[in-house]
């Protein structure tokens, strides 16, 4: 379904084909999240969206709907697809990998697959709902183990406390933020700028604002800093202004 309504939103497709497969036993792990990989440049390889399913309770089906968006189409595949495939840009430009504007891109797509006509169940817009709480849960245990000295376990009982999410995913999540200090904040904090750009660029441009074009802006120039992609918003809101 969402395939089909990409090109409503979207002028820049994906070349690349994403397929879907279940990790490997040896890197297999209960409660691990689902992620991408993605394909080469040169499409020798697709891109490949990565299921752990040793332990079936661990990934709540009200979940999988809005992780398939995040981590396909129009998330993490398109997003890092259509990256590698730009021409006429420096090659570091198609490989770079900012956290904020990757997993800020990929989360904003879970809400936006909604607007496309997404979860047309209560049941998984519910597991929409569930992640994106998740991804605001990160912004205060990442914070409390690294600036409050929060030990596991405090981190644990905050994520039981304010969120549904099975005990093997916390646990997961909560050691993987242990490793990698500020990763989990980019989620939420790329999002927001993103959702933030293109209100302005409606505000801005009124009955011109074409989501299609706002789309195309932010994600034709391959990963960049927040701040680079702020400019890229603002050039393209003037550009728009004057035809």
Do not use: C
Not at 18 to 35: C, M, N, S, T, W
Not at 157 to 178: G, H, L
Request: aromatic share 12%; charged share 25%.
């Amino acid at each position: 379904y969402i395939h089909s309504k990409l090109p409503e939103y979207f002028g820049l497709l994906p070349k690349a084909d994403l397929i879907v497969k279940r990790v490997e036993a040896f890197r297999e792990q209960d409660g691990a999240p689902q992620h991408y990989n993605p394909g080469t440049p040169d499409g020798s390889r697709d891109g490949v969206y990565y299921a752990h399913l040793s332990d079936m309770t661990a990934m709540p089906k009200n979940e999988m709907e809005a992780i398939a968006y995040h981590e396909g189409n129009p998330g993490h595949h398109m997003q890092i697809s259509i990256a590698q495939e730009l021409e006429g840009v420096p090659e570091f430009r198609t490989q770079a990998f900012f956290i904020a504007y990757i997993e800020g891109w990929a989360l904003y797509s879970e809400l936006l697959a909604k607007e496309m006509g997404a979860y047309n169940s209560p049941y998984t817009d519910f597991g929409r709902l569930v992640t994106e709480m998740w991804r605001a849960i990160r912004l205060v245990v990442d914070t409390g183990i690294h600036s409050k000295g929060w030990t596991e376990q405090q981190a644990i009982d905050y994520f039981k406390q304010n969120s549904p999410i099975s005990e093997a995913a916390i646990s997961a999540e909560v050691r993987r933020y242990f490793a990698w200090p500020s990763q989990a904040t980019g989620y939420k904090v790329g999002m927001l700028k993103i959702i933030e750009l293109r209100e302005k660029a409606k505000l801005a441009l009124g009955e011109q604002f074409d989501i299609k074009g706002f789309h195309d802006t932010v994600l034709g120039g391959g990963s960049v800093p927040l701040s680079v992609l702020e400019r890229m918003v603002d050039n393209w809101i003037a550009t728009v202004k004057v035809k």
